[in-house]
C-alpha cells in the first residue's frame, strides 16, 4: 500500500508538471500569436522623414489690413512666440486708426506633382495678397491661387520652378485603421520644418461641415501645421492636417486631418476647373430613428428619410417626401452623412440608381443629378383651398388648428401653408419630448398629407387597425421638414 500509494503520488507529480507545462507552453503560444498580429513600433521615421521631406512646404501670405479693423492680425506671423508681446505693445500704443500695414500668416502645404501643385487648407491662404512657398531646400517661390474649397478647407496652389519638383502622392484613407502608425510634418508655430508621430486615434469624425470625414490622430498638431500632410508608414498622404481640439490653444494630442479620400476628388476638381462641381440630388433628409422604422414597419435604421423635395432632379425622377433612400449609384447608403458624401462625390449630370423603400417595397427610381454648386434653395407651393372658419382638436396631446386665411393672418404663418397649425403641446405628452412646439405644421401622416383635422384623426386609427405603435407625421418648423414618430397607445 505504501510503495502503491508512493507510486501514484510520484505519477500524479509527473502528470501535473506535464500538464502545467503544456498549459504554459499552450499560453506561449497563443501569447507569440497574438503578438505576431500587431505590428511592431518603428525602430525609427527617420528614412521616411528625409524620403518625404522635399516635398513638404511652409506657406506664408501677406495681407493689407486697417489697423483699426475688427479681428487684425499681430505684427508677427500667427503663431510666432512674439506675437503676445506685439499684441502687448499694440495694446499700449493706440491711435493707429485708418492706417494700412502688411499682416502675415503661416501655414503648411506639400506638393503633389512634378510641375509644382501645391495643397493646402482653405483658411491658410484666405483673403491673402501674396503667398510664398518655401521648400525643404531653403528656396523660396511666390504661389498663386488654382482653386479653393471652403465645404472641406482645402486650396490648390501652383508654383512656377525652373526644375521639376520632388512629390508626393494620395494614399487610400479608407484602409487606414484605428491604431496604425502616422507622421504629421509641417510649420508649427512658426518654427520651421516639423516632424510629429503617433497613431490614428479615431476615423470618420465629423467637427460642423458638410462633407466632413476626419481622421483623429494623438501625432501633435499646433498652429501652423493647418494645411500640412499626414503620412501613413509607406509615405502617401493620408490627411491634410486641419484642426485640433484644444482648450488653450496648443496641442493635446486631439488633432484632425481631412481624410484623403476626400481631398483627392476635390483637389482634382480644383485643378481641372478651379473650383468644386458636385452632384446634387435635390432632397431634404434626415436619419432614420428606431421609433421611426417601427412605424413604417421595418427591420432597420438604416438609409436616409426624404423630408421634402423641391424641384430639383430628385422631383424630376420622383422621389418623394417619406422615400427611405437605401441605396445611391449601387453603394449602400448607411445614414444622411453617407448619402450627401456619396452624391457630393457623384459627377454632375451623371445618371445613377437610387434605391428607394416606398410603402414597403423597394423601387429604383433613374436621377440625372444636377450640381450642387448651382441649386436654388428656394421652392414654389401652389395656392392652397382654405375654409373660412378654423376647427380645432386635441390629437396625441397636440392642440391643432386647421389652416384658413383668419388664421394665416393671425399667426403670420406664410400664404400657401397646408397642413395643420400646432397651436399648442402637452408638456407631459411624448410630442413634447420629442421637441414639437407651437407654430409647427404637420404636414403628413404615414404618406398622406392632412389638411383636415378628420384625415390626421384616420391615419392615426389606421395605424393602430394595422397593429403598429406609432404613427410618422412630417413636421414643418421654421421652415424646416423633419419626421417625427409619435405612440398611438391603444
Not at 147 to 172: N, S, W
Not at 378 to 383: A, D, G, L
Request: net charge negative; no cysteine; hydrophobic share 40%.
Amino acid at each position: 500500500m505504501q510503495a502503491f500509494a508512493t507510486t501514484k503520488t510520484k505519477t500524479s507529480k509527473n502528470y501535473k508538471t506535464w500538464l502545467w507545462s503544456g498549459l504554459m507552453m499552450g499560453t506561449i503560444i497563443v501569447a507569440q500569436s497574438i503578438a505576431s498580429a500587431a505590428k511592431a513600433a518603428p525602430e525609427s521615421f527617420a528614412d521616411l522623414v528625409e524620403e518625404v521631406s522635399p516635398a513638404v512646404v511652409n506657406i506664408t501670405t501677406m495681407t493689407m489690413i486697417e489697423v483699426g479693423e475688427v479681428g487684425n492680425g499681430p505684427l508677427v506671423p500667427e503663431g510666432s512666440p512674439f506675437e503676445d508681446f506685439f499684441r502687448e505693445f499694440e495694446d499700449r500704443n493706440p491711435g493707429n486708426e485708418g492706417r494700412s500695414r502688411r499682416s502675415t500668416a503661416l501655414g503648411s502645404g506639400f506638393v503633389i506633382s512634378v510641375d509644382g501643385y501645391v495643397v493646402t487648407n482653405n483658411h491658410v491662404i484666405e483673403d491673402a495678397d501674396e503667398i510664398m512657398i518655401e521648400f525643404f531646400s531653403g528656396e523660396e517661390l511666390p504661389a498663386t491661387l488654382i482653386g479653393r474649397d471652403p465645404k472641406t478647407d482645402i486650396a490648390v496652389l501652383k508654383v512656377d520652378a525652373d526644375d521639376e519638383l520632388f512629390f508626393v502622392e494620395f494614399g487610400d484613407s479608407d484602409v487606414a485603421r484605428v491604431g496604425d502608425w502616422v507622421m504629421a510634418m509641417g510649420n508649427p508655430l512658426g518654427q520651421g520644418f516639423s516632424v510629429s508621430a503617433g497613431i490614428i486615434s479615431a476615423r470618420n469624425r465629423s467637427l460642423s461641415g458638410t462633407y466632413d470625414d476626419f481622421i483623429q490622430t494623438d501625432a501633435a498638431i499646433n498652429r501652423g501645421n493647418s494645411g500640412g500632410p499626414l503620412f501613413n508608414m509607406d509615405g502617401e498622404v493620408i490627411g491634410v492636417n486641419t484642426a485640433i481640439l484644444s482648450p488653450n490653444g496648443g496641442s493635446i494630442g486631439i488633432g484632425f486631418s481631412m481624410a484623403s479620400k476626400v481631398v483627392s476628388g476635390v483637389v482634382d476638381q480644383l485643378e481641372e476647373f478651379g473650383e468644386t462641381r458636385r452632384g446634387w440630388l435635390g432632397v431634404r433628409i434626415q436619419d432614420v430613428s428606431s421609433d421611426m422604422a417601427e412605424a413604417l414597419g421595418l427591420d432597420a435604421t438604416n438609409g436616409a428619410m426624404v423630408t421634402d423635395v423641391p424641384d430639383g432632379p430628385a422631383a424630376d425622377a420622383g422621389i418623394a417626401s417619406g422615400d427611405i433612400i437605401v441605396s445611391f449609384d449601387g453603394s449602400t447608403v448607411e445614414d444622411v452623412r453617407d448619402l450627401v458624401n456619396q452624391v457630393g462625390a457623384a459627377d454632375v449630370g451623371a445618371i445613377v440608381e437610387v434605391d428607394v423603400i416606398r410603402d414597403g417595397e423597394l423601387v429604383t427610381i433613374d436621377v440625372t443629378l444636377g450640381r450642387r454648386e448651382l441649386a436654388e434653395n428656394t421652392t414654389e407651393t401652389e395656392e392652397p383651398e382654405v375654409n373660412d372658419e378654423p376647427q380645432s382638436a386635441e390629437i396625441l396631446g397636440i392642440t391643432l388648428f386647421e389652416i384658413t386665411d383668419t388664421l394665416i393672418e393671425e399667426t403670420g404663418i406664410p400664404e400657401g401653408t397646408r397642413g395643420l397649425f400646432v397651436a399648442g403641446v402637452d408638456e407631459t405628452s411624448e410630442a413634447f419630448e420629442k421637441g414639437l412646439r407651437a407654430g409647427a405644421i404637420i404636414e403628413k401622416a404615414g404618406r398622406l398629407s392632412v389638411n383636415t383635422l378628420s384625415e390626421l384623426q384616420k391615419q392615426v386609427d389606421a395605424t393602430i387597425d394595422t397593429g403598429r405603435t406609432s404613427v410618422l407625421l412630417l413636421v414643418r418648423s421654421n421652415g424646416n421638414p423633419r419626421f417625427l414618430a409619435l405612440s398611438v397607445g391603444e
